[in-house]
């Protein structure tokens, strides 16, 4: 988003999106040389980065990174494949919006994580538990935000559509979805977070293979390069997702005014 | 009227509690999965009445406040020196960018190893994870603000801090309680999550205390006391937005 007469302070920005990390660098080398900070607390940054590439060589950091993917994305697909078609059920049939606007409106705000010892109890500490819980905590959302946009197409749009003839299903795929879609979308790329934070908690309490148990083992056994090393990769974990999100968001909507706007 | 309309809305809930107790009773589900309704709301009431829940809710709700209130500072003030100055905007921005992908659970462990297992390191975590979505909403909304209104103010003779509190900051005000709310669902994420993992007291540790002892009619008490809890700090908050936003046109 380039505004309008900051072209001339565009560069000087550039500049400082790399000159401030490297900046925070310098300042954690020195501290890390010189030792001004315990270094069992912050490590120098050498040995964060040597143990960064030994156990993305030895495989034990590709195999963490790859398991809470895996996790993360089916729960997140298994989230929107549930909670996208129900959304927009509860938004065109009263019965259904009557039973569950109160569910969603008391189960929104509910903190999700608390419920991972009744997940434990019922699915074991494995993939699947670990799953579902990160679905669960992501799907509340996911249902507010489509139902939202669902209830608030143009009226004009669906008006005009029956009365060209359009049949139940063409005005669901063919007018409501569509002018949903932007909104569902945000509410995704919101969920998706929600999804990756709650599969890492999931993995530091039910412990097994996955960033969050191996750093949460890091973290007991008083490892502290280990700890640094899975917040970087974490991070860019994160990082991805959401990048990979929003490219879909522009695939999605190329027909879409708003991606004209911010060109 | 408006009673008995409330009391139709959230009948789904009853109806859903009245099928929990009957699956249970009627022997569809073990009791050892899922403890009836009643065994629960029955441990709840003792728990309240010997203590273990008003006591461990204490130190939970302590370290929630101390982290939000941390966060609350940091956040807006942050927000507002980055709108106000474009040398910290351009300092603190990167680094905005880089902290914003990180999942926030991820800090635990460091917590652990920087402060223990007290409360401090719970506060911290707290303050660190909410601290970017109130700092990020204040940004954002007192950016928005439309420009004729800040050139009048100025025009008036408005000094720069005048303008900064008199107009950024209630333009921003929606933007900023909705990015509180963000922050107070962090906020219990985190509690909940590190106080089931690296904490001796705390409704987290309660609820993991009873898990491995196996008592869960205990358990699920604990669980939909914190649930319930979060539940109510989201709705205080969305009242106090409608009554600082009262001056605002109904949208």
């Known amino acids: 988003m380039s505004r309008p007469g900051t072209t001339a302070t565009f560069g000087a920005d550039r500049i400082l999106d790399v000159a401030v990390p490297a900046a925070i660098l310098v300042v954690w080398l020195i501290v890390g040389h010189w030792k001004l900070v315990d270094p069992f607390l912050v490590p120098p940054p050498l040995e964060v980065f040597k143990r960064l590439a030994q156990i993305l060589v030895d495989g034990q950091l590709p195999a963490a990174i790859a398991g809470t993917l895996y996790r993360a994305i089916a729960a997140f697909a298994l989230a929107v494949a549930i909670c996208v078609p129900l959304g927009l059920a509860i938004a065109r049939i009263a019965a259904l919006r009557w039973f569950f606007d109160p569910l969603i409106s008391i189960g929104f705000p509910m903190p999700k994580v608390a419920f991972i010892p009744i997940f434990i109890l019922w699915l074991g500490v494995f993939d699947t538990s670990k799953i579902v819980v990160a679905a669960f905590a992501c799907s509340f959302t996911i249902l507010a935000t489509t139902v939202g946009a669902a209830s608030n197409v143009e009226r004009a749009f669906v008006w005009s559509a029956l009365s060209l003839g359009a049949t139940r299903s063409a005005l669901l795929w063919e007018v409501v979805l569509p002018a949903a879609l932007p909104r569902i979308l945000t509410g995704l790329q919101i969920a998706l977070p929600i999804a990756l934070i709650t599969t890492i908690a999931a993995e530091m309490i039910m412990g097994g293979a996955g960033l969050g148990g191996t750093m949460m083992r890091a973290g007991r056994f008083a490892d502290t390069p280990g700890v640094y090393a899975g917040i970087v990769a974490s991070g860019a974990v994160g990082f991805l997702l959401v990048k990979c999100l929003e490219a879909a968001r522009r695939w999605l909507l190329s027909w879409h005014p708003e991606q004209r706007e911010t060109r | ?251």
């Not at chain 2, 589900?29 to 065994?39: K, W």
Request: charged share 15%.
């Open chain 2, 1 to 251: 009227m408006s009673v008995l309309r409330t009391l139709l809305r959230y009948l789904p809930v009853a109806i859903l509690a009245v099928v929990w107790e009957l699956v249970v009773r009627l022997g569809l589900v073990s009791d050892q999965v899922l403890p009836a309704l009643s065994d629960v709301a029955a441990a709840w009431w003792r728990l309240m009445v010997e203590g273990d829940i008003p006591l461990h809710a204490k130190a939970s709700f302590a370290r929630a406040a101390y982290g939000l209130a941390i966060a609350a500072v940091v956040g807006g003030v942050g927000g507002l020196a980055m709108v106000q100055s474009r040398a910290v905007y351009r300092l603190l921005n990167p680094i905005l960018q880089m902290l914003y992908p990180i999942p926030k659970s991820a800090l635990i462990p460091l917590v652990l190893i920087f402060f223990g297992i007290g409360s401090a390191s719970k506060v911290f975590l707290i303050a660190l994870g909410c601290t970017l979505p109130i700092l990020l909403s204040t940004l954002n909304g007192a950016r928005g603000v439309d420009r004729s209104v800040l050139w009048s103010a100025q025009s008036l003779g408005a000094s720069r801090l005048a303008t900064l509190w008199e107009i950024r900051v209630p333009a921003a005000m929606p933007e900023i309680l909705a990015g509180a709310r963000t922050a107070t669902a962090f906020c219990f994420i985190l509690l909940v999550s590190s106080e089931l993992l690296i904490s001796r007291d705390g409704l987290g540790y309660l609820i993991a205390n009873f898990g491995e002892a196996g008592v869960y009619p205990e358990m699920f008490a604990v669980i939909l006391t914190v649930a319930f809890t979060g539940f109510c700090a989201d709705r205080l908050l969305l009242a106090l937005s409608r009554f600082m936003l009262r001056w605002q046109a109904p949208s």
